[in-house]
């Protein structure tokens, strides 16, 4: 088992679901498997129309919800008073000769760590090596929602998925407490938790990419498993001191 660690966090991310060309761009609660790839063949350099996406099957992504952020919509125009030759296009490649109205659902202040488990060690300096030096620039579902720095927490981890449980600095601040050690934060795996006593909620997304070709788009569905995991308290911290603390936790990695 190997892989990297990703922190998308930002002042904007949106992870969409279900619309595609329509006035209505929604966003899930949590990075789609759609937009992770997504981001990954951008920093390899691989078109919308290119194809290979089979190169990312065997890629499993486990995401820990730091902070899961606030919904937020803008109400968005583009286009408009211009000759129809001039005006947005369609998804057919024609123009549609009015002005378009969308409202744009984003995630405010949201924080998310995935551990990306790679098939063999390979493919994780191949992932490392193009997020390190990307062909196109990552970012969080959309172009206009860039991410914070460090995007890489850790380009060769041996368990990623352990890492997330016992190490990786939480973006919270410590919780007053009354003896408690641990704190409770929500995990999305996309196989079922090993332990039959933990208790897990099923969801069906349908955010597998098949296509990303701009007339061709198509997803497949996957299910989710959405788990409350109790982690150490000593993971969180001041606000203040969060960047710190990420700073040393990814400086650990280049002084192994």
């Known amino acids: 088992m190997s892989g990297l660690l990703l922190r998308l966090a930002g002042p904007l991310q949106s992870w969409g679901e279900r619309s595609a060309f329509t006035t209505i761009r929604d966003t899930a609660s949590f990075p789609t ?18 194809g290979g996406l089979e190169r990312y099957d065997g890629l499993r992504f486990t995401i820990r919800t730091d902070r899961p952020g606030h919904r937020l919509v803008d109400f968005h125009t583009v286009g408009g008073g211009q000759p129809k030759a001039r005006t947005a296009a369609t998804s057919g490649g024609s123009n549609k000769g009015a002005a378009v109205i969308t409202r744009r659902h984003y995630l405010s202040d949201a924080v998310f760590v995935v551990a990306v488990t ?45 890492e997330l449980l016992t190490r990786v600095p939480l973006a919270r601040t410590t919780p007053p407490h009354h003896g408690e050690d641990t704190v409770g934060v929500e995990f999305l795996y996309e196989s079922p938790p090993e332990d039959p006593a933990q208790a897990a909620d099923t969801i069906d997304v349908t ?29 969180t911290g001041p606000q203040s001191e969060l960047q710190d603390r990420l700073i040393e936790y990814a400086r650990t990695e280049e002084s192994a």
């Open 33 to 50: 498997r759609s937009g992770l790839i997504g981001m990954l063949a951008a920093a390899e350099g691989i078109s919308r129309n290119q």
């Open 118 to 162: 790679t098939p063999d060690e390979k493919t994780a300096t191949r992932l490392a090596e193009a997020l390190d030096r990307p062909h196109w620039a990552p970012y969080l579902g959309r172009r206009s929602c860039v991410p914070d720095e460090p995007l890489v927490l850790r380009c060769h981890a041996p368990d990623p998925e352990e």
């Open 207 to 235: 955010d597998i990419p098949l296509s990303f070709a701009q007339h061709a788009r198509a997803h497949g569905v996957r299910r989710l498993h959405r788990v409350t995991r109790q982690l150490p308290l000593g993971l």
